[in-house]
């Protein structure tokens, strides 16, 4: 599958492109999500594609949805990409998109952690909280949390950072009802997936769901789950404290980028070839851990 930066599909209305996903029409009930091959660090779009990454993102997240159904309604049609598109086009989207329902996404990210780890680590470390929740004194980075905390963000549009937020400044953005539906969900989820993944050898620090209403008002899982891009994947074999854990996800970009001098706005700098293969290695070696 050739590397795509971002798609270029004709037959159907085109809607947005966002840091990794292409929307497009179908109907006035369904959207063509296109998984392409960007990446996204620091919430800026690398200028270079991670090869085979939107096909796993695909891979992975239709796993989860049905490993994850019994939980929650998603948003997956069942309809295939390739019937919705121009057989010229079909190539664009075999094997890296899903058909799914139109819904109305909630504007927050709702996001589990179960380590201390990323944003929420340099949050713990000045203030001993994370997202307005106090938690113990004296834990180390990628320490395990005494149990699975809810820590909800914005929803920023590309280029611009997500903020991580306290639980009462989500119920104002959603709603109290949605709030708490999303939280009791986003915590059965995360422990559902990070028992499975423990099996599999995979440590689920912390993971973002996104979720959306339909017209009846009933909640839905969207967007993608529990991929690499999401979440933080770590081996146990390797797992210890104190450090940054080497990673199944783009934490080795992540920790690349942070080696160059950069300001961490658009442009990226460009990534050499061996972190594009080796980026690439790692999601591959997620989808094989934890779904073949």
Not at 17 to 34: N, T
Not at 68 to 94: C, F
Not at 263 to 269: D, E, F, G, I, T
Request: charged content about 25%.
């Amino acid at each position: 599958m050739k590397p795509m930066l971002q798609s270029d599909l004709k037959s159907l209305p085109f809607l947005h492109r966002g840091k990794v996903r292409d929307l497009y029409a179908v109907a006035d009930d369904k959207l063509l999500v296109v998984q392409t091959d960007r990446l996204s660090a620091f919430d800026v779009i690398l200028p270079d594609p991670i090869p085979g990454k939107g096909a796993v993102l695909t891979r992975l997240s239709h796993f989860w949805f049905a490993k994850l159904a019994h939980v929650i309604p998603n948003h997956l049609t069942g309809v295939a990409p390739e019937t919705v598109v121009a057989p010229s086009e079909r190539d664009q989207v075999s094997g890296r998109a899903m058909v799914v329902k139109k819904l109305k996404p909630l504007m927050i990210e709702a996001v589990v952690r179960g380590y201390v780890a990323g944003s929420g680590w340099k949050e713990y470390q000045a203030t001993a909280k994370i997202c307005g929740i106090e938690l113990p004194r004296g834990l180390e980075q990628a320490a395990k949390l005494p149990e699975p905390i809810f820590t909800p963000a914005t929803k920023a549009p590309a280029g611009e950072h997500d903020e991580n937020i306290a639980f009462d400044e989500a119920e104002k953005i959603v709603g109290s009802a949605y709030a708490r539906q999303v939280r009791e969900a986003s915590l059965r989820l995360y422990a559902e997936a990070a028992g499975y993944a423990a099996a599999r050898g995979i440590i689920i620090a912390d993971t973002k769901f996104e979720f959306g209403t339909d017209a009846a008002g009933t909640l839905h899982l969207i967007d993608e789950v529990l991929t690499p891009d999401s979440s933080r994947f770590w081996p146990q074999a390797s797992y210890r404290t104190g450090i940054s854990p080497p990673s199944f996800d783009k934490q080795f970009v992540r920790d690349w980028l942070e080696a160059q001098p950069w300001n961490k706005k658009a442009p990226a700098p460009h990534l050499p070839p061996d972190v594009l293969v080796k980026t690439s290695q790692k999601y591959q070696e997620a989808l094989r851990l934890l779904a073949d």
